[in-house]
């Protein structure tokens, strides 16, 4: 999970404004902390099952939202008949009291609207403008005012209210004032939040989910007048996150909501409308969530993800048998015809891929019942949405709108990237055959390199369900060798807990191996991934305030060592966004103190983070004569509708031996810096006959050889040669930029190390990352036997490491001083060594 900042760097500065331009936050109008878990748990996202609802007043039939538009279903039917169909997305449908209207909110340019439909003969009109994100509309009992939740002049989640009438939503109002607290909150703004209402039945209060007076967690049940600034009361608090979406009973006496207390997975739970104790309703390793109570009282519609993608289902209220409300037969408002699509391998046969398929009206899709993901971020000038794309297992049927239609496929790194055009018919399905081309190195390409995502989490309280079995699948589609599952709390919960270490999962096989492992959180030092262990390392979080693991102890060189002792690799995770400066800034990141004292085995270069900042900081202490390789690690959510990128967007390539492969050996080679990171560019580097992890022995100074070759899906601007933190050679790209094969003479005056690396100056699709980045692992070099020095960056670290002392002694987060005395020994030995190399 991911922690950190933004500079541009110094001497290697190769950041500049336009590298980030074009891509551009999903919604960024929205301004608050850590968007990938609010977009994912908060904001509604394209899935081809259903994702919120609402019922009709006669209790009969439920709108819902799937595939980006509403439906309308008959209980008791299996035909869904689509009641909107947009150049947009449609969500959160709620059902006006006397049965005409149904409001919801739509997505298109870059804002959330919301909109009603006439239930009657399907019209629909805008009822907000502004560009504001608004979300989560309920009608009042008499149908004569609208809650919902808008950022409106603020970039936060407010509630407001307004009066709705003849189809126009006027007299708007913000309901809950902004209030900014001064609690130590990491994952959530300083900015108090409200979302989630629902009327009392009597119309005069709205409940509300609010987390004002805490620090975890979306908060607590909440009521309030519904008048503006009236003063709200908290009736029942639990940490929640971002889904417990409350509705009332018809009488109003219980109120159903959706709760992970003491456990991992969301189920129904229900209390006193006016708050106390709180039972299940509902039970199960998966979440239930979005409940509805139906207006007759008689039972309640809610979203599962039980099988793994969106479903839904209904409860009898006494009764507890569920059942599934599915759409077998689904009636559209337009006309549709379809693409059978086949994904072929160069030697013929079916071979999984990432699709993305995009219709005439701009909409993505997707099967029915394929897990839909959404990029994170979108370059306007490119596309009218974010990228949504689902995996293949090599044969897809796909139902859209006819006319003309865009089909990408892509499968890693190794193969290129395939783009068709085709139009389709209406009532008549399209046969499409895509044909994957090897990207190869010419010549005898050396060794075997084998691919690997070191930072994946199965499950982490997303919109689906995840299993080792569809992760192997997620796997296959992006051509990823080697898995490690990093199981992490998500606040209380611990998601994957029951799939602990040390486990080789059983469904690896000859293609993929999936092991799961340990992230360690602590956003105070920094987040650590523990590959390897033969037992977890518990509590697996540290430094989180206001509970009973507040304390600073154990810093990451005390989790370091537990992790050895258990037959760990040890490596720091999405390291950093900027290139720290102690003279300026408070660091408490413990990267440096860990490497001098020997605890680290690999750092993710290419992460969730800048890669650029992180390399400057990686050279700095390569300089200072630590050996220290690159792996990389997506940080990817394998259960989120929207994610930052899929499985191996950032990956790393380590060099083993023939033979069967085993985890250990490949992790083995991740230690001896047998590696290169990348999320896009493939590398070769040879130098003095030394490859990445290697070491180049030299009586004296003198020109060496050296062979550097690249292979890209995507052009680039660069390909250099780095030693010793300088450019020491710009190799040229030629042509459309995406190989090369270099050789040539470089000279060597010292010891050091130097690398190769590849990168572009910008965004470029379909990479889904701020640029295309990559590195090999050092070449280490010794001169005449001398170490490596820098004494300007050992002076550089002694900074940090004061930084590191004076944060610790400025603390009050210990259990006791001799835990503070432990940590301040550990940074000042680390400091020691520094200050030694600065001279």
């Known amino acids: 999970m991911h922690r950190s900042s933004v500079v541009c760097g110094i001497v290697l500065s190769i950041c500049s404004a336009p590298c980030l331009a074009e891509r551009q936050p999903v919604l960024k109008q929205i301004d608050l902390p850590h968007a990938y878990y609010y977009r994912e748990m908060y904001i509604p996202q394209l899935t081809t099952g259903p994702s919120s609802l609402a019922w009709s007043p006669d209790s009969h039939r439920l709108v819902y939202s799937m595939a980006g538009s509403l439906w309308v279903q008959e209980l008791g039917t299996a035909t869904a008949v689509e009641l909107t169909a947009a150049d947009g997305y449609d969500y959160q449908p709620d059902w006006s009291p006397d049965g005409r209207a149904i ?61 709705f009438a003849g189809g126009e939503l006027t007299n708007v109002e913000q309901l809950t004032p902004e ?104 039970y199960g390793d998966y979440d239930n969530t979005n409940p509805r109570w139906s207006p007759d009282g008689t039972k309640v519609a809610f979203i599962s993800n039980r099988g793994g ?14 059942t599934q409300l599915a759409a077998l037969r689904r009636k559209y408002l337009q006309p549709m015809g379809g693409i059978a699509l086949h994904i072929l391998a160069p030697d013929g046969k079916p071979i999984a891929a990432r699709v993305f398929v995009t219709g005439e009206d701009g909409r993505a899709y997707a099967p029915n019942g394929a897990w839909m993901a959404a990029d994170d971020s979108i370059n306007p000038s490119e596309r009218r949405f974010e990228a949504h794309y689902f ?40 046969a499409l055959t895509v044909h994957l081309h090897p990207i190869q190195f010419g010549g005898r390409d050396t060794g075997r390199w084998v691919s690997g995502d070191v930072h994946v989490h199965m499950n982490y309280a997303g919109t689906y369900r995840n299993t080792p079995e569809h992760l192997l699948e997620q796997a296959d589609a992006e051509d990823v060798t080697v898995i490690e599952n990093l199981i992490v709390n998500k606040e209380q919960r611990f998601p994957d807990i029951e799939y602990a270490p040390p486990r080789l999962d059983p469904v690896s096989s000859a293609q993929h191996l999936l092991e799961h492992a340990q992230e360690f959180h602590t956003s105070y030092w920094g987040h650590l991934g523990l590959l390897g262990l033969r037992s977890l390392v518990l509590p697996g979080y540290a430094a989180y305030p206001n509970t ?26 999405h390291p950093l966004e900027s290139v720290p400066d102690p003279a300026k800034e408070e660091i408490t990141y413990e990267l440096p103190a860990d490497v001098a004292l020997g605890k680290v085995d690999y750092i993710e270069v290419v992460g969730f983070a800048d890669h650029k900042s992180t390399a400057e900081v990686w050279y700095k202490l390569l300089n200072c004569g630590f050996r220290l390789p690159t792996a990389a690690g997506t940080d990817f959510m394998g259960n989120y509708a929207s994610l930052r990128g899929p499985m191996g967007l950032n990956r790393v390539y380590a060099q083993v031996a023939p033979g069967p492969l085993k985890v250990e050996n490949w992790q083995s080679a991740i230690k001896k810096g047998r590696t290169f990171a990348t999320n896009g560019p493939l590398l070769r580097f040879n130098l003095g006959g030394e490859t990445a992890g290697g070491e180049l022995r030299l009586e004296t100074g003198s020109k060496v050889p050296f062979k550097a070759a690249l292979r890209s899906l995507v ?59 990559a590195t090999t692992s050092p070449v280490y070099i010794a001169v005449s036997g001398a170490p490596m020095r820098n ?49």
Not at 558 to 572: S, T
């Open 103 to 163: 409001v919801f909110t739509r997505y298109r340019e870059n804002a959330m609207e919301l909109w009603v439909v006439d239930a009657r003969d399907g019209r629909s009109r805008q009822l907000t403008s502004g560009g504001a994100v608004n979300l989560e509309p309920r009608f009042s009992p008499d149908g004569n005012r609208l809650a919902f939740v808008s950022t409106a002049g603020s970039g936060h989640f407010h509630i407001f209210v307004g009066h």
């Open 179 to 282: 209030n900014i607290s001064s609690l130590p909150r990491y994952y959530y703004s300083k900015v108090d939040h409200e979302i989630s209402p629902v009327w009392t039945r009597d119309g005069k209060e709205i409940l509300f989910i609010s987390n004002r007076g805490h620090i975890h967690g979306t908060g607590g049940l909440w009521h309030v007048e519904a008048r503006p600034r009236a003063d709200g009361r908290e009736i029942h608090y639990e940490e929640t996150t971002w889904k417990a979406r409350p509705d009332f009973s018809p009488d109003g006496k219980r109120i159903i909501y959706a709760s992970y207390l003491g456990r991992s997975w969301h189920q129904l739970w229900v209390m006193p409308a006016g708050g106390g104790d709180v039972f299940p309703i509902s």
């Open 309 to 322: 993608n969106t479903s839904l289902w209904i409860q009898p209220i006494p009764g507890g048998s569920q």
């Open 391 to 430: 995996d293949s297992s090599g044969a897809s049927l796909i139902t859209l709108p006819a006319g003309r239609t865009h089909v990408d496929v892509m499968r890693g790194f190794e193969y290129r990237y395939e783009q068709r055009l085709l139009q389709v018919k209406p009532d008549t399905v399209a």
């Open 548 to 573: 009973a693991a507040e304390s600073l102890f154990p810093a990451n060189a005390n989790v370091a060592d537990m992790a050895h002792e258990r037959g760990a690799l040890v490596g720091y995770v």
């Open 715 to 773: 052009p680039l601007d660069h390909l250099q040669i780095v030693c010793n933190g300088r450019l020491a050679r710009e190799l040229e790209l030629a042509g459309k930029r995406d190989a090369a094969d270099v050789s040539g003479m470089l000279e060597i005056e010292r010891s050091g190390w130097c690398i190769l690396r590849a990168f572009g100056d910008r965004a470029e699709y379909p990479i889904l990352d701020s640029y295309p980045y």
């Open 791 to 839: 004494p300007d960056d050992a002076a550089y670290f002694v900074s940090w490491l004061d930084r590191l002392i004076s944060a610790a002694q400025g603390s009050s987060m210990w259990n006791s001083e001799e835990e503070r005395e432990a940590v301040l020994s550990i940074f000042s030995r680390a400091r020691e060594k520094f200050q030694a190399l600065s001279h």
